[in-house]
DNA sequence: CTACGTACGGGCCTGTTATG
DNA sequence: CATAACAGGCCCGTACGTAG
């Protein structure tokens, strides 16, 4: 094997990527502009704003705890696939528009009001604009027909996780929630049934990436295997690429039964983006800088040699 | 044969980037 | 400056493969 000794290994450097997002003024601008965050000069403090404004990380101080039950669900699932290829600052400012749209994400008063109000579809698509309204919004409408049919969402993915963990690493059982919510295959269905009122376990309008998206916007801690993530990834970490890619592999055969290559490619990616997270970084965090790195910064075709990564001593 | 799974390509249709 | 080309994630239909 080339590259460092066994004891030292490279990950992210979180104050690099920080400093790079905001080094740049017109840059820099914009971040502050989409994201609502204030010019400080701090570019680790502006980052740490940055995460809190994308409202995945959980704050302690904030004590905005939301409950577990179906109406947190499809909030997550809602604002998951409004992100679905929109800039997420353009859809920020139709926010409360479509929160009422979406009867304040209330699952049973939104399938309700589809079903009586002929225009609500085509008014939710319309709201969130782009190429995909028509089937992010359809997605919406399967999600609220779905939960307003099942008692507890949340506590059959809670059972569905702890289920899964069995032979599994701590850290890799979010992607495989994920990888299992894109796509469910009839073999692992069988043996772990979605709860009734559920015809499957697939998350409507979701693969791999929408659905760690979904599990991220209910604080469960995961790297989303985007586009930009990817690249980044392996562009900075080829050796950790090829690493994960076995273990992508065995996971999804043995675990999943599947043998995709958008499951396996998302599983791989997302086993690396956790493997060169430093421990003093939650694995959402990390990822919502290098995204942002990589839709502001870092930009397809043409990315820099700039080092974003440190060496540290093995764990 | 059935049941299930995967690969592949087209469609969606807009904002960003490249080209004339 | 205007126009063309591309990126991005998902769905669907089709073709094909494999196990029972």
Sequence with gaps: MVGPSASQFRVLSIERISESLFAERTIRKRLCRDYGIEDIGDPVKMADSLVRSMGQVRSCESGTEYPQNNRTVFRAAALALASNMRQWSGFLSRRSK???????????????????????????????????????????VMWARMLAEVADYFNALKELKRYMQAGVDGGEIVPIVAALLGSPRKRLEKQRPPPSGMESWKAPGMGIVLASEF??????????????????????????????????????????????????TGLKYSLVGMAVTPHDCNFTKADNLVWALGAYVEKKNRESDEVYWKTVAAR
């Design 215 to 264: 599990l991220r916007n209910l604080h469960w801690e995961a790297f989303k295997p985007d586009r930009h993530i990817n690249r980044l990834l392996g562009r900075w970490f080829p050796e950790v690429v090829r690493n994960k890619s076995a273990r992508a592999e065995i996971l999804a055969r043995e675990i999943l039964y599947c043998e995709s290559k958008d499951v396996i």
């Design 98 to 140: 479509f929160e009422s749209l979406l009867e304040q994400y209330d699952p049973i008063a939104f399938s309700r009001a589809v079903e009586v109000d002929s225009a609500r579809i085509r008014d939710v698509a319309n709201c969130l604009g782009g190429q995909t309204a028509r089937g992010d919004t359809n997605a919406m």
